[in-house]
């Protein structure tokens, strides 16, 4: 993912209103992130304990910002990730929606997801695959992840 400003993260919104924007808190190392490792930027708001957010690279190369809201029932047996489908998962899976954007999303209109609950799905894709058989080229599915990742998570976006 490419570095972006705060005012470019602001801006990028198409579910939240101002006073939402506003209201956002950054992540707390917003500063010194590594934007090499990521796929996507998202995080847990402190401040509102069911919110995050959610800054989504598009295949354009713009960016879609999205407020999402954890749901507040949990999945009734470990789930999956619906973005880094990771069969592994080192953390717990939460369903988030987010409020469409627009006309839809002003009429109640919504979509959801399951994601890691603290969005470790650009960390969990870039992980070495174990050696499915002789011959595995464990790069190329490694890199073949992260390039679903990024569609997944693109498409998502797209869908709000």
Known sequence: MLPITEKTLRTSFVNASRKEVGDLTLPADFDTIDWDALDYLGWRDTK???RAYAVIPTLTGDVTGILLRQADGS????????WCQDVKLPNDVVFYSAKRSGKAG???NTVGTLICQHFECSRNVRKTPTLAYEGYDVDAARLRRIEDL?????SFAADV
């Open 75 to 82: 999945p009734r047996s470990r789930a999956q990730c619906s």
């Open 106 to 108: 002003r009429n109640g």
């Open 48 to 50: 509102f304990g069911r």
């Open 150 to 154: 990024q569609l997944r998570a693109a």
